[in-house]
């Protein structure tokens, strides 16, 4: 097991109105055929803090956003896009909120590290380095 105890396992999450409803909806239609996502997604927008959209910080990781972040246990650098499984394309750098990484990387703001599953079950160390939120 990786030793996470330098690093907050929890950090605080804030999502805008509009993705925590929809990102809610599309969890609760995918927990049969995903659950273990769609459980962590919903987790992860049970604890956010929700706020009117126009109030969401600019640093803070909602659907549509370009993220950069690394990952801390390979020193794996990325740069994705979170979008809805439909628009999802690993080719092109668009990836699902219905990946582990996807769910881990939803509400996080630069500078945040969170302790995530990856698809194998190992833990991952996710630090938000740069987001560029999509124009509204």
Do not use: C
């Not at 396992?9 to 809610?24: F, H, K």
């Not at 604890?47 to 690394?70: H, N, S, Y």
């Amino acid at each position: 097991m990786t030793n996470v105890h330098a690093f907050p396992s929890s950090p605080a999450l804030v999502l805008s109105e509009t993705d925590a409803e929809r990102l809610s909806a599309l969890a609760l239609r995918a927990i049969d055929a995903q659950p273990v996502v769609a459980g962590l997604l919903l987790a992860e927008i049970e604890r956010a803090e929700v706020r009117p959209d126009p109030q969401t910080p600019d640093k803070a990781v909602g659907m549509g956003a370009t993220v950069q972040f690394l990952d801390e246990v390979s020193g794996r650098r990325r740069t994705v896009e979170l979008v809805y499984p439909q628009d999802a394309d690993i080719a092109a750098d668009r990836i699902s909120v219905l990946t582990p990484i996807g769910a881990g990387l939803i509400g996080l703001s630069e500078g945040q590290t969170i302790a995530w599953p990856d698809r194998d079950g190992h833990t991952r160390l996710l630090r938000i380095l740069e987001v560029r939120r999509a124009a509204a």
